[in-house]
């Protein structure tokens, strides 16, 4: 199912992803806050079974940064 990919997808980059947000805030736990911030705003706000990416989640961390 299409929550199941999108559930793999942030699986799969969540170290990746957190890098990404350590670049931007210093902190490691300021960090794991932002993923998880990210995660949640994009996942609640998609529209439709479209699927959500990567690069979708990057730029949901720098908005919220």
């Keep these: 199912s299409g929550r199941h990919a999108d559930a ?3 699986l799969a ?9 350590y670049l931007l805030t210093g902190d490691v736990a300021d960090a794991e806050d932002l993923v998880q911030e990210a995660l949640l705003e994009v996942f609640l706000h998609r529209r439709g079974a479209a699927p959500v990416s990567a690069a979708y989640v990057r730029r949901a961390i720098t ?3």
């Design 63 to 65: 908005a919220e940064a």
């Design 13 to 21: 980059t969540a170290r990746a992803l957190t890098g990404y947000a």
């Design 8 to 10: 793999m997808v942030a």
